[in-house]
């Protein structure tokens, strides 16, 4: 299983080496199934959204198709993933993708897909790969889904958790020494990424891809 975790998708040539490394094809060979699920309750604007997709669009893919989960039957949605290289789960809110990646049906067949597929996340799409969805630390360093009151189970495709937007200046808490004092008593590792960095996994090896700052706890 091949996954790429970004906190803020393909931002440097790191990223993108790491992503079409694990593809082993050319961009202009490659097609992609654009998973915009997660940011459909996102409130405000929503720029942040179409300047991801913009960028997709300059690493020069053969296709790039968009799959809403949440917003058409899977009879729509399922073969554009059958067909894509990569299934590429966009951000947004991390409860709401995993739900409709439970309604829609998607969770059945994820594991098959992902047998030769690439799996690139981006902040709420890194997220749902945990085991769980980690509500304490959503609330805590997030400050989002304050309303929930119980844990969502995750995907649970790797045995850590990722937090990401290390340092930027829309989430002012998640920072270094905040997280450490959020996670303790958290058994498994957390990697704190920023913008500019990514976990590539390889059949459960770990390797970071970044041009920017990221932390390891446990």
């Not at 995993?98 to 309604?103: L, Q, V």
């Not at 009151?149 to 930027?168: Q, R």
């Not at 998640?174 to 997280?179: G, M, S, T, W």
């Not at 008593?185 to 990424?193: C, D, F, R």
Request: hydrophobic share 40%; aromatic share 10%; charged share 30%.
């Amino acid at each position: 299983m091949k996954l790429l975790l970004t906190s803020a998708g393909i931002k440097n040539k790191t990223i993108a080496k790491a992503l079409f490394g694990m593809v082993g094809k050319k961009p202009s060979d490659t097609s992609l199934v654009f998973i915009p699920t997660a940011s459909n309750v996102e409130k405000g604007d929503k720029s942040w959204l179409i300047d991801d997709l913009m960028n997709l669009k300059k690493q020069g893919f053969k296709s790039i198709e968009i799959g809403d989960i949440s917003a058409v039957d899977e009879k729509i949605w399922k073969p554009k993933f059958e067909e894509a290289d990569i299934l590429y789960f966009e951000g947004g809110n991390t409860y709401h993708l995993m739900e409709w990646i439970n309604k829609s049906g998607l969770v059945k067949i994820l594991p098959d897909l992902l047998k030769t597929k690439i799996y690139v996340g981006v902040s709420a799409g890194s997220c749902v790969v945990s085991k769980d969805l980690a509500l304490k630390i959503s609330q805590d360093i997030y400050q989002e889904d304050l309303d929930k009151t119980e844990n969502m189970e995750g995907l649970n495709l790797v045995n850590f958790y990722i937090l990401p937007h290390l340092n930027s200046q829309h989430f002012t808490k998640v920072r270094k020494d905040f997280i450490g004092e959020v996670v303790k008593g958290i058994s498994e590792k957390i990697y704190a990424l920023d913008d500019n960095s990514a976990l590539k996994v390889v059949d459960g090896k770990v390797e970071v891809a970044s041009e920017g700052e990221w932390f390891e706890f446990n």
